[in-house]
């Protein structure tokens, strides 16, 4: 869609907002078209909300994740289980994952997947911080939460490579196959999501 030269503002909200993951030039121009339609009081308290991110919201200095506070209240709640940690690719997995109600451990983000071809290796995702944490006896089960895609499944083969020359006495495992071949956990239903977890195998089962 052509923006009128008149409305440069317009044109640069258009091109931040095709920035976001899954916004075409359409559905960015006709988001921007709503927003500039609201009333002045929506706008600013929405530019408000967005302004203060990258001030309250950071990444968990234990586990990864998106938090508010450091450490997480996940990684500080007294009452999960320390023995096991589902590692997955992002804070949105691990969210869904934790609103199925179906797993009472602890969480490892990745920040990703590994994917050559876009220059990402385990230097760039936190498998580091992941391999001191398996240190502690404590930890008996890794349970490999990538998504079912095949970025997700080598990046699970890789770390089940990495963690077996650990030499530590640690099940790693894989949620069930009820997940869609190449889906996205943040957006399966946590019904599916429970199932899954309750059923999961360990690796060379």
Same mark, same amino acid.
């Given at each position: 869609m052509k923006i009128p030269s008149q409305l440069p503002s317009v044109e640069a909200l258009i091109r931040e907002l095709e920035r976001l993951p899954g916004i075409g030039p359409k559905s960015a121009a006709a988001m921007a078209f709503h927003l500039v339609s609201q009333p002045a009081d929506r706008i600013r308290r929405l530019a408000e909300s967005i302004g203060i991110l990258p001030e309250k919201v950071s990444h968990c200095s234990t586990c990864g994740s !998106?938090? +508010? +506070? #450091?450490?997480? *209240? !996940?990684?500080? /709640?007294?009452? *999960? /289980? #320390?023995?096991? @940690?589902? %590692? %997955? +690719?992002?804070s949105p997995d691990a969210f869904s994952i934790e609103r199925s109600g179906a797993y009472h451990g602890r969480y490892h983000v990745l920040g990703g997947v590994l994917s050559p071809l876009d220059g990402i290796g385990p230097a760039q995702l936190r498998v580091r911080e992941l391999l001191q944490r398996l240190k502690p006896e404590s930890v008996k089960e890794v349970i490999l939460a990538t998504n079912p895609s095949v970025e997700g499944e080598a990046t699970a083969g890789y770390l089940k490579q990495v963690i077996g020359e650990l030499g530590l006495e640690i099940r790693l495992s894989r949620f069930a196959r009820g997940l869609p071949v190449g889906g996205d956990l943040s957006y399966t /239903? $946590? $019904?599916? !999501? &429970? %199932? &899954? @977890? *309750?059923? *999961?195998?360990? @690796?060379d089962e």
């Open positions: !998106l938090t +508010e +506070e #450091d450490p997480c *209240r !996940l990684c500080t /709640d007294p009452g *999960r /289980d #320390d023995s096991t @940690i589902c %590692v %997955v +690719e992002s /239903d $946590e $019904e599916t !999501l &429970a %199932v &899954a @977890i *309750r059923s *999961r195998k360990g @690796i």
